[in-house]
């Protein structure tokens, strides 16, 4: 595995970024950092109408507490300049049917902000979530993508990601295609 992390990781300035697990007073952050990863990915491929109903039922503060609350879920927020500029959410949790292992865990969001893509960011959490999987003895680690997200797909791909199935994911009145990717930790 480690001539794969030299192959695909590029340099990445740490010295600009640094990690942490977010906390119960994070709820407030990750409400408008997800927001705000999510708008600015999703809003240009969907409407106004859409974006807005979708809004309060997945990015409020209440909604993210409880997710911060559940001891099977953790979040790594990275951070530049004291600004939150990306992060990952993790479950450890039952998995669909499509998912196979004995132990999974999901990569729930990886989501940065537009003007840190590209940078090695994405790569950066991706590492930290294969080494969690790893550390914590999961055998398969598992996401839902949009099937029209091609950057990302591609991304997950470079990872050892395939295609395991699909759901629906509603978007406001939007009745979207979602793809599951897994691999073996």
């Known amino acids: 595995m480690a001539s794969l992390k030299k192959k695909i990781m590029p340099a990445f300035p740490a010295e600009n970024v640094t990690f942490r697990i977010a906390t119960a007073q994070d709820a407030n952050l990750l409400a408008d950092l997800g927001w705000r990863t999510f708008e600015e990915t999703f809003a240009p491929h969907n409407t106004n109408e859409d974006m807005d109903a979708f809004h309060p039922t997945m990015y409020a503060p209440a909604r993210q507490a409880e997710e911060l609350a559940d001891p099977k879920t953790q979040f790594i927020i990275a951070e530049s300049n004291n600004e939150a ?67 990302a797909i591609r991304f997950y791909q470079k990872y050892g990601f395939a295609f395991a199935g699909e759901l629906t994911f509603v978007l406001g009145q939007d009745v979207q295609r979602d793809l599951y990717m897994q691999r073996a930790v």
């Open 85 to 151: 500029v990306a992060y990952v959410k993790w479950n450890w949790d039952e998995a669909p049917n499509e998912i196979s292992g004995e132990r999974p865990f999901q990569i729930s969001r990886l989501y940065l902000l537009q003007a840190f893509t590209g940078k090695g960011l994405g790569d950066a959490l991706m590492q930290k979530s294969l080494d969690k999987a790893r550390e914590n003895g999961h055998d398969v680690i598992w996401l839902t993508v949009w099937e029209s997200n091609h950057r």
